[in-house]
Nanobody, 120 residues
Framework: QVQLVESGGGLVQAGGSLRLSCAAS????????MGWYRQAPGKQRELVAS???????SYADPVKGRFTISRENHKNTMYLQMSSLKPEDTAVYYC??????????????WGQGTQVTVSS
């Protein structure tokens, strides 16, 4: 079992910055990858950025060059630094962890979500 708790969302003007945090607890050593997803009203949840245990990060095209994902393993925390925010970045942002269990079974875990609102 893994528990994920996000923080850092809020209201910001276009062009501004925010940093989201995701604190993980539980079976941390079983996490093989983490990421941030977002869901805007009326839209499907989409992957924003991901990072695997070795540190390799990947980004969705709309956020490349503006968002940076990182992990501090000693703090069991993942971050999403968001810069040059646009109104279209407005969404609920979710922390995700992929956990490898017994018999190589993979399980998804989600945080509760944090609202990010970018005003124009």
């Amino acid at each position: 079992q893994v528990q994920l708790v996000e923080s850092g969302g809020g209201l910001v003007q276009a062009g501004g910055s925010l940093r989201l945090s995701c604190a993980a607890s539980g079976s941390i050593s079983s996490i093989i990858g983490m990421g941030w997803y977002r869901q805007a009203p009326g839209k499907q949840r989409e992957l924003v950025a991901s990072i695997i245990t070795g540190g390799t990060a990947s980004y969705a095209d709309p956020v490349k060059g503006r968002f940076t994902i990182s992990r501090e393993n000693h703090k069991n925390t993942m971050y999403l630094q968001m810069s040059s925010l646009k109104p279209e970045d407005t969404a609920v942002y979710y922390c995700h962890a992929l956990v490898l269990g017994g018999t190589s079974r993979k399980t998804d875990y989600w945080g509760q979500g944090t609202q990010v609102t970018v005003s124009s």
